[in-house]
């Protein structure tokens, strides 16, 4: 195949984009970059009833979101347009008109029918799939097993899917169709009309299904949700990507966390598996932390900051430096944005520590020891680096003939107010040295 690599994704507006449809999305943008061909956004509206303006560009900025760009579109343009199917009524008419004129369609009750001939061998070679053969006779069928004959024209004088899908990918130029495992059932009767039409088909790749953990089909419940919730749950676009790319398909290099530019270079279509792949939240968790590491510290702060404010946390008092130096001090804990920016909270605000931490169970009897302890720890806080800090509390707590557990806990609580966090000494380093006095002034400490 000499000619450029055209693909498209053509979603239906009547909902926002979903797990399963990004998935498709993905692949087409995939094999589009990998083959330096033209990604094409198509909009199949011709279901205006349940077609909205609002979920064609819901659809829209959940791709961008995803970071999936398209060279040509409704917004974009390009030279095969209109991009909406309720924009090219001419086409479908015209080549209506063809198969009329020539016999192999035929009106009836208003409707245009396409008339399936039996006898005819079709062939086609999907690349995942393979090789598959069907009869005419059974590409279309009544529930008795006789032929039926294929609207493609309704009374309403909307085409079908099966036939504007023929006239769209053929003057669009599309030569590779890539779609959900559904489809294959739609591809006899889409060849037939290529077929009729004199139309060269297109090459096929039909992607298996995403199932939910419960082996079904994906439901609300099964993460067939809008991949903006993904987003307000804690989602990284790079992890959303990097875990849809996953499903059906993994590099035979065996990389499992890549970026979009590294997927690119790894596509393969043939190596797309026919196992319906299962959607495994586990995984997305724990592809989505590994994104979170290698993010640009200030890439990532731009994602924490909204869900930081959403919590009421007041940021006006921080440098970008220092809140993305928070977070690089949270060591890569947190498997969502969500959750990181919960578990890092304490390094914005002491109320939250004080909200969960009254200092209740630090033994009187052992407060003058702390205190004694902690307020050589401040004196010698020196440039205030972890490690520096760590040795001198190490020297310190011995000299005192107090232990890690003993003394570094009650600091942990005071200055984070949770039982977990990173090292403490990396923690009071980010704060500083006022701050942590603070903290420790606040609980009697110092
Ligand atoms: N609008 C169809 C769908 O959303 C497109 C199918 C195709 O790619 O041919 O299922």
Known sequence: ???????????????????????????????????????????????????????????????????????????????????????????????????????????????????????????????????????????????????????????????TYNYAVVIDDYTMGVNMVIRGEDHIINTPKQLLIYDALGFEAPGFAHLPMILGKDKKKLSKRQGATSVFEYSDMGYLPDGVFNFLALLGWSPKEGQEIFSREEAVKMFDVSAVTRKAAVLDMDKLNHINQEQMKIMEPMKLLAVIRPFWLEMGLDLSAFSDDYLASALHTMGGRGQTTKQLAEYSDYFISFDVVKARYDGSDIKEELRPKLKKIYGELLDAWGDGAPEHLHEKAQEIFAANESSMKESATPIRWAITGRKVSPGVFEVASQLGKEETKKRLEFYGLV
Do not use: C
């Open 1 to 159: 195949m000499t000619d450029k690599v055209r693909v498209r994704f053509a979603p239906s507006p009547t909902g926002s984009l979903h797990i399963g449809g990004a998935h498709t999305a993905l692949f087409n943008w995939l094999y589009a970059r990998r083959h330096g061909g033209s990604f094409i956004l198509r909009i199949e509206d011709t279901d205006m009833e349940r077609s909205t303006k609002e979920y064609e560009q819901s659809i829209l900025d959940g791709m961008r979101w995803m970071g999936l760009d398209w060279d040509e579109g409704p917004d974009v343009g390009g030279d095969y347009g209109p991009y909406r199917q309720s924009e090219r009524m001419h086409l479908y008419k015209k080549y209506a008109r063809q198969l009329l004129d020539e016999g192999k369609a035929y009106e009836q009750d208003g409707a245009l029918f396409f008339k399936v001939e039996p006898g005819k061998r079709i062939h086609f070679r999907d690349e995942v799939y393979g090789n598959l053969d069907f009869l005419s006779e059974n590409a279309s069928v009544n529930q008795d097993g006789t032929i039926k004959d294929i609207v493609i024209i309704k009374r309403d004088g909307m085409p």
